[in-house]
């Protein structure tokens, strides 16, 4: 396993802090400005504490104390910004950082250490205390956060990540990549060490659900009250859809003794009260995205026969000479698709990028259907939907399992 | 007559048969040497698959974004360098195998011609391999992409990269044989400079009314405030 390397600098600089209770990091790019005003806010509104609390942050400046810091019991710490690629890296950009402050962590002997997103949104005294109590009060391993999304946000997490994760791995985590989360001493070092090792090392996302769930560690969900604003200028659907779910599967790849042996789903405690989606959801215009579907599916058919077993295909096409008002994706043929596209990645049938590519106009295809179907459902309903999708993922495990264990057998 | 016919028939068929008698020896001796490299390029290939699963290579080359295995998905390294040692064998012993059969019948200048084209063989297969993985390599890259950006014309764009570097690869090889000559390369260039020629007069002439009312449009399009997206998939 690699691990990340901090500079002599902020070694030395954790060193002289020694080991503190609370480490609060922040990733991505953030004004040394605004952090240590939002920083001297939360640190107000915290009162008086015991614990000796670090704020983490991005930056090549020199470190120095935020303005307002009461005592010597909060100590403002700079680590070295992670380089910044192109726009579709902005996950790999956020594994990195997370790995440093996780690092970080580790180094300082943190009892706890939250992982914050760079927009601070998640930086005020609510969401922190509510992480902090799931984390030290419930003593769990690792706090994700659920967010008041509506039911057309974060779909191809909604549509892949979360349900592959939770039939995969069993446990029920609504963010397996959240934006931030909490870990306790013991996962923080764990989690240091998760960065696959070799050229891919510092291109690898951080999955803090999935390495929780192989160490059967305890997971806790927290509600809060927090809107992350992804900016997608720059961003292509295809190029961001390989990234996130071709670091799913090669996560499938890496723990495939473990979840084979995982049967069902268990239940993740969760605290705080539950916020309403913020926007009015009115229904949306699913034909671009059908078109989409219907565009693959005339010229993809030499790819996604490499992928697909003739059934699977078969289904497709039915699919294909629908209506664009009946069109509607069953959720077994979606679960089957995000299964062989698995099988495909792992036994590298095709090449990877193309493999991936051509994933894009099938989840497209989902997504027509999803919104077609929820479009006059409450935010409710839609989330019973979405429950019904991760429990078709689990039903239909048996079939992954068979065919990631004979990929060569017979599968008409 | 008939003596002289029946006498002029015999000594063509002594002549064949002698023939035959001189080359047999070369042409056992060309099949020896092929079977004997034959099993020493299967013993070596199985040697070396031992070898690189015992390391595993292919493991280890997996780790690389831009492995061998995206090239060339089906092969797994190991596979492609056990065929490698394999054919390479195989090739060395057909090379052996012609110098006994011209050592065996006494028959010269047969491996000095085959040797000295030897290379030209090479260097043409190494093109012709590398042209083929290639185009289909670009040509389902751009297919995924073109779909990916709802372009209709997909596959023909796909179809027209692939054919370019098919073409583009049959012609190098060819010149690369030094078979055709210069015709190759002006059949080539007529090809290549009739198919710009051709695009370009389809575009300049025949769209030109069409580009001009789009540009028009475009110019006189008010700035629109792209509404906001209500769908997010991140």
């Known amino acids: 396993m690699a691990r990340v390397e901090l500079p002599e600098e902020t070694k030395r600089r954790i060193e002289a802090i020694g080991s503190v209770d609370v480490l609060i990091g922040v990733w991505g790019t953030v004004g040394r400005d605004g952090f240590y005003e939002r920083a001297a806010q939360v640190i107000a509104e915290l009162g008086e504490t015991a614990q000796k609390i670090v704020f983490a942050f991005p930056g090549d400046t020199p470190p120095e104390q935020p303005p307002s810091a009461p005592d010597s019991t909060v100590v403002c710490l700079q680590y070295p910004s992670p380089s910044s690629g192109p726009a579709g890296e902005l996950w790999i950009e956020a594994a990195s950082a997370q790995r440093s402050i996780l690092e970080i962590a580790a180094l300082l002997n943190a009892g706890s250490c939250l992982v914050l997103n760079a927009d601070l949104v998640a930086l005020h005294v609510q969401s922190i205390q509510m992480l902090l109590y799931a984390s030290v009060e419930k003593q769990c391993d690792l706090v994700t956060p659920i967010y008041p999304v509506g039911k057309y946000d974060g779909l191809i997490n909604s549509g892949i990540l979360s349900p592959l994760t939770r039939a995969l791995y069993g446990r029920r985590v609504r963010y397996p990549l959240p934006f931030e989360f909490g870990v306790s001493a013991r996962l923080s070092t764990r989690l240091a060490l998760s960065a696959r090792s070799g050229n891919q090392a510092d291109r690898s996302l951080l999955w803090p659900a999935t390495v929780a769930a192989i160490d059967a560690a305890p997971i806790g969900q927290v509600y809060l009250d927090v809107h992350h604003h992804v900016p997608t200028e720059g961003l292509e659907l295809s190029v961001v859809l390989a990234q996130l779910v071709g670091s799913a599967f090669l996560e499938m790849e890496q723990y495939a003794a473990q979840w084979q042996r995982v049967r069902a789903s268990q239940q993740t405690p969760t605290w705080g009260t539950p916020t309403p989606p913020p926007v009015s959801e009115e229904p949306i215009d699913a034909k671009p995205m059908i078109d989409s579907f219907l565009l693959g599916s005339k010229n993809l058919d030499e790819v996604w026969r490499l992928v697909l077993p003739p059934v699977t295909l078969l289904e497709l096409k039915h699919l294909a000479r629908q209506s664009p008002e009946q069109f509607r994706m069953p959720d077994t043929l979606w679960v089957k698709i995000v299964y062989d596209f698995a099988l495909a990645h792992r036994l590298r049938t095709i090449s990877r990028t193309h493999l991936l590519g051509a994933l894009t106009p099938l989840y497209l295809g989902w997504v027509a259907s999803y919104v077609r179907e929820v479009s006059n459902m409450t935010h409710a309903a839609a989330e019973q939907r979405l429950e019904q999708l991760a429990r078709a993922y689990e039903d239909n495990k048996p079939y992954l399992v068979s065919r990631w264990r004979w990929p060569d057998r017979f599968n008409p | ?234």
């Open chain 2, 1 to 234: 007559m008939w003596n002289q016919v029946e006498q002029s028939l015999h000594q063509s068929m002594v002549r064949v048969i002698n023939k035959i008698a001189i080359l047999l020896p070369g042409i056992l001796a060309f099949i020896v040497a092929l079977l004997i490299f034959l099993v020493i390029a299967w013993a070596l290939a199985m040697l070396a698959r031992r070898i690189l699963i015992a390391v595993k290579f292919d493991e280890r080359m997996g780790k690389g974004t831009g492995t061998i295995a995206e090239w060339t998905p089906r092969y797994t390294p190991t596979l492609l360098i056990t065929r490698v040692i394999f054919w390479g064998f195989i090739i060395i012993g057909l090379l052996v195998g012609v110098s006994a059969f011209e050592a065996g019948s006494s028959e010269a200048g047969i491996s000095a011609y085959i040797f000295s084209y030897i290379p030209r063989i090479i260097g043409a297969a190494i093109l012709l391999l590398a042209g083929t993985v290639l185009g289909r390599f670009l040509s389902r890259s751009v297919l995924i992409a073109s779909v990916n950006l709802n372009l209709s014309y997909a596959r023909i764009l796909s179809m027209g990269v692939r054919w370019l570097i098919f073409v583009l690869t049959a012609a190098m090889v060819l010149d690369h044989l030094a078979l055709g000559g210069e015709i190759v390369e002006l059949a080539f260039g007529i090809l290549f400079g009739g198919i710009v020629l051709a695009l370009a007069l389809a575009v300049g002439l025949g769209s030109r009314d069409l580009v001009s009312r789009s540009l028009e449009r475009e110019a006189a399009r008010p700035v629109e405030v792209p509404a906001p997206e209500r769908l997010h998939h991140f």
